[in-house]
């Protein structure tokens, strides 16, 4: 009961910043490609690539993405390699997969027409919650609330709440709030984005709050009682699990093996080199090789490397090495391959330079 209090008293102050709010998002908002329009597809794209993602880094790619993909009949009629390859280094790649199902279930069952509610638009590959929210008050003005942790963390200071944000019910209590509070405002999109654009460049997760900047400081309660670098609360999540692995570049004849990974899982379907469990050693490298039964030239340290996921984090180290012929299981590709035809993850981006590097420049000392 008090928490539903709360919730109803949130709203009502929320809802009397909300003019305030949009006229300094109309006035200071960034010129994103994305916002030249509300077209559903063009909202739907920049949704789903910022997800996880910098805005800054989004640009370009949504920018190269809308090329190449005018519109959802183009990208559902495109093949998912290609799809891919223009996902290459935004990571999350299951987020391009799902873009490219949804495409298809649009193009072919809906005549290429989105879903204008937030409750059919979660019914689609790839859209959460927020993202139906989003694109449900951007592109229809629907009032459908869009709540990822920059909201939480500005609701939890707007309301000097020191509940965890990382728990359900304190989603669950913000998405009913906002949902109440946007029945009653003219411009639901144009609200959401004010919001979303008060996290990035105001309300920031890191530093201090530029809390003189923030139209809503009259009415924040954390400034008013001055915790709001204190808020807000999350429960500490459990150390990343290390992988050490080992990398392999297996050349013939200018040519990299690479392999298809399986579907589920870590980079689930994306091309990658080979890759083995554990700092592979020089004597245990050597019978895994002869295994083949092919000659192969003497196997070259690589440079270490190592790559954050969300719950893992990888410390790799490589080998390179030269074969007569192609080993088989592999597919074989040459630099314009690597870099026009397949998506290789950025987390083998720096062995990924190394064989584009020596073609480029000859050979290189692979160790520095």
Not at 92 to 100: Q, T, V
Not at 189 to 204: D, K, P, S, Y
Not at 212 to 239: F, I, N
Request: one cysteine or more; charged letters at 30%; hydrophobic letters at 35%.
């Amino acid at each position: 009961m008090a928490a539903e209090k709360e919730s109803l008293e949130m709203t009502k102050r929320l809802k009397k910043e909300a003019e305030k709010l949009i006229a300094w998002f109309q006035r200071e908002k960034k010129d994103y490609p994305w916002r030249r329009d509300t077209d559903p597809y063009h909202v739907w794209i920049s949704e789903i690539m910022l997800q996880q993602t910098r805005t800054e880094t989004v640009a370009e790619y949504y920018k190269r993405f809308t090329e190449a993909f005018p519109d959802i009949h183009s990208l559902a009629a495109a093949d998912e390699e290609s799809v891919l390859k223009l996902w290459e280094g935004l990571g999350y790649y299951s987020r391009a997969r799902n873009l490219h199902r949804c495409a298809k279930i649009i193009a072919q069952e809906r005549q290429g027409r989105f879903p204008e509610e937030a409750a059919e638009l979660i019914k689609l590959p790839g859209i959460g919650q927020y993202t139906a929210g989003a694109i449900a008050s951007i592109a229809f003005r629907r009032p459908a609330s869009a709540v990822d942790g920059n909201i939480l963390r500005i609701l939890a200071r707007f309301n000097n709440d020191e509940r965890d944000i990382l728990l359900p019910a304190v989603k669950k209590e913000a998405c009913k709030g906002l949902d109440s509070c946007l029945k009653e405002i003219k411009e639901p999109g144009l609200f959401n984005e004010a919001l979303m654009e008060l996290g990035e460049r105001i309300c920031t997760p890191s530093g201090r709050p530029r809390c003189r900047y923030c139209p809503l400081q009259d009415a924040c309660l954390a400034l008013k009682e001055g915790t709001q670098e204190d808020l807000p609360l999350r429960g500490k999540k459990g150390p990343r699990r290390i992988e050490k692995k080992t990398v392999l570049m297996l050349i013939c004849r200018g040519r990299a093996a690479l392999i298809k990974r399986p579907e589920k899982g870590l980079l689930g379907g994306l091309y990658a080199f080979p890759m083995l469990d554990g700092h592979v050693i020089l004597s245990d490298l050597t019978p895994w090789l002869a295994s083949y039964n092919q000659p192969f030239g003497k196997p070259q340290p690589l440079k270490e490397a190592s790559h954050i996921f969300t719950h893992v984090e990888w410390h790799m180290k490589g080998w390179r090495v030269e074969t007569q012929e192609e080993l088989p299981g592999y597919i074989y590709a040459g630099p314009d391959e690597i870099e026009g035809r397949y998506a290789i993850p950025t987390a083998f981006k720096a062995y990924r330079e190394i064989f584009l590097q020596e073609f480029e420049y000859g050979k290189m000392d692979f160790t520095q």
